[in-house]
């Protein structure tokens, strides 16, 4: 069965760098873009960008661009999800999730970034 | 930058039918998605390519696309359906954008 395992949760200060991981399990690695997607406390689900682990091109929100890096190792079946600069706006609960037709069916279980001094 | 926009928040009954909309202005070129989020929760996928049911979703959930808007209908609404619902969409370029996200009430 598909799964998808993030690292655990983080704790950060301003202008610090965070990188999550996200281990894929349970299918071909390379054949499905993955997303991802973070929410705020109390706010809305936010499109980060995703990676195709095949060949490891990316697309990124634009908001974000400049701050946010997606990157792949194919031998461990690992996405990372690195964002610089962190703000106190940065705190938030970080999701991958598996694209398949642009559908998220699958999801990681959410790894909480803290950013505070 | 490409919006979807929202209601904050659809209130019904139980039984009743619950509507929800998603207006965005590549909805006519671009597939709608909807995600159910219950608190403390990861999203479910609900409705993916406008108007299809993953399977394990009942099938009081259905949507609809039409020009500008999508909608999300829940025909007869209970009270476990109680819960954030998010649509989803792509640009021109491909980025994803989410909705703002409506709260759906049932009582």
């Known amino acids: 069965q598909v799964q998808l395992v993030q690292s655990g949760a983080e704790v950060k200060k301003p202008g610090a760098s965070v990188k999550v991981s996200c281990k894929a399990s349970?299918?071909?690695?390379?054949?499905?873009?993955m997303h991802w997607v973070r929410q705020a406390p109390g706010q809305g689900l936010e499109w980060m960008g995703r990676?195709?682990?095949?060949?490891?091109?990316?697309t990124y929100a634009q908001r974000l661009q400049g701050r946010v890096t997606m990157t792949r190792d194919t031998s461990t079946s690992t996405v990372y999800m690195e964002l610089s600069s962190l703000r106190s706006e940065d705190t938030a609960v970080y999701y991958c999730?598996?694209?398949?037709?642009?559908?998220?069916?699958?999801w990681g279980q959410g790894t909480l970034v803290t950013v505070s001094s | 930058s490409y919006e979807l926009t929202q209601p904050p928040s659809v209130s019904v009954s139980p039984g009743q039918t619950a509507r929800i909309t998603c207006s965005g202005d590549?909805?006519?070129?671009?597939?709608a998605y909807w995600y159910q989020q219950k608190s403390g929760q990861a999203p479910v996928l609900v409705i993916y390519?406008?108007?299809k049911r993953p399977s394990g979703i009942p099938e009081r959930f259905s949507g609809s696309s039409s020009g500008t808007k999508a909608t999300l209908t829940i025909s007869g609404a209970q009270v476990e359906d109680e819960a954030d619902y998010y649509c989803?969409?792509?640009?021109?370029?491909?980025?994803?954008?989410f909705g703002g996200g409506t709260k759906l009430t049932v009582l």
């Open positions: 999730a598996r694209d398949h037709s642009s559908s998220f069916y699958y």
């Open positions: 349970g299918y071909t690695f390379t054949s499905y873009y």
């Open positions: 990676i195709d682990p095949s060949g490891g091109s990316t």
């Open positions: 590549a909805l006519p070129k671009k597939y």
């Open positions: 390519e406008d108007n």
């Open positions: 989803y969409s792509t640009d021109s370029s491909g980025r994803g954008v």
